[in-house]
């Protein structure tokens, strides 16, 4: 299994980023996918999440109203797209899935199973 993070780089606050992630190796469908962001000297944070096509999507609170998670399970691919970004959006993002992870802990990180190799998003003026 292997999921390949890109579309990251350096954007203007106020301005728009999408990130992607594509999945090989699984029947994507199948699997809740995630986002989850690291920056300098801080831990892991959820960012969104969702289970499977048409179900409900979940995000972090910093991101509510901005962020906005979607899939294409014909293409096996993942995306997030960001808006109105600020400095503090700065981080490492990175892509996961997982099939068996349940509603009450799409937001932990430990309840996936396969990782993106992460992408870097700067968020700087």
């Known amino acids: 299994v292997q999921l390949q993070a890109s579309g990251g780089g350096l954007v203007q606050p106020e301005r728009s980023l999408r990130l992607s992630c594509e999945a090989s190796?699984?029947?994507?469908?199948?699997?809740?996918v995630g986002w989850f962001r690291q920056a300098p000297g801080k831990d892991r944070e959820f960012v969104a999440a969702?289970?499977?096509?048409?179900?409900?999507?979940s995000y972090g609170d910093s991101v509510k109203g901005r962020f906005s998670i979607s899939r294409d399970n014909a293409k096996n691919t993942m995306y997030l797209q960001m808006n109105n970004l600020k400095p503090e959006d700065t981080a490492v993002y990175y892509c996961?899935?997982?099939?068996?992870?349940?509603?009450?802990?799409?937001?932990?990180?430990?309840?996936?199973?396969?990782w993106g190799q992460g992408t870097l998003v700067t968020v700087s003026s």
């Open positions: 996961a899935a997982g099939a068996t992870v349940i509603s009450s802990q799409v937001h932990n990180s430990d309840a996936y199973a396969y």
């Open positions: 190796g699984l029947t994507f469908s199948r699997y809740a």
């Open positions: 969702n289970k499977r096509s048409g179900s409900t999507t």
